[in-house]
């Protein structure tokens, strides 16, 4: 599987405004460090804790989804999002922390960062501003470039699969069921672009956009050195 998410209209007019800006992002030192397996584990731990905690900002971000929502089917959409958050990705995320000595006790009382106050807020924010267009494209950079690292990771010669302590971590995001989530969201970005915004509100969108990549930088970095 090697979907660059092309077919799909606002994602791909997002994503080119800046493709030096976006390669920052996808080719971070840090997903760099995880393809050929040499980044510390200290900085994964710390990113580890840092993405639990922004687990449950994402929750709240489709709770908002759903109350911003003006139809069952957007309500619906949100719901199942957020219930699959709670009653899965949690668990599962517990789960693989666990496997590298981080229990939940402690990632409750972790304190959270700066980078990972900034991104949570700034998608929030732009919920509460703005309408589903807005809130959707500022989870974009997570969502589906996630899947696109983890296709870039799984595809790339110089990724290290067969003694790389992380190798679970790119099965996970190139994998059929996290592509597809990437999938969905890409295309109610599509859906809503139509319903809700057009060519007249690409300039704010793409704002937007571009900040919710450098707050995705940032978290990346946070990981690598710790900033506060």
């Not at 090697?2 to 799909?8: C, D, K, L, R, Y």
Request: net charge negative; charged share 25%.
């Amino acid at each position: 599987m090697g979907n660059n998410f092309s077919e799909f209209e606002l994602y791909s007019l997002l994503k080119e405004q800046d493709t030096k800006l976006w390669d920052e992002y996808v080719s971070h030192p840090f997903v760099c460090q995880i393809g050929t397996g040499t980044l510390t584990r200290e900085c994964f731990q710390r990113y580890l804790g840092q993405d639990y905690l922004f687990l449950i900002h994402f929750a709240r971000a489709y709770g908002l989804a759903a109350y911003k929502s003006d139809n069952i089917n957007d309500i619906r959409v949100a719901a199942n999002a957020m219930i699959a958050i709670i009653d899965k990705e949690i668990s599962l995320h517990l789960e693989y922390c666990q496997s590298w000595g981080l229990y939940k006790d402690h990632l409750e009382s972790l304190d959270e960062l700066t980078a990972t106050i900034a991104y949570t807020r700034y998608v929030l924010e732009k919920g509460l501003q703005g309408d589903l267009v807005d809130l959707f494209v500022a989870l974009a950079p997570c969502i589906i470039g996630y899947s696109e690292i983890g296709i870039r990771l799984a595809n790339d010669p110089n990724t290290n699969l067969d003694n790389n302590p992380y190798s679970s971590w790119i099965a996970m995001y190139s994998g059929e069921e996290y592509q597809r989530v990437a999938m969905q969201h890409a295309k109610t970005l599509d859906r809503l672009w139509v319903e809700r915004a057009g060519q007249k509100r690409f300039d704010k969108l793409r704002k937007t956009f571009s900040q919710a990549v450098r707050l995705e930088i940032n978290f990346w970095q946070m990981g690598l050195d710790g900033n506060l």
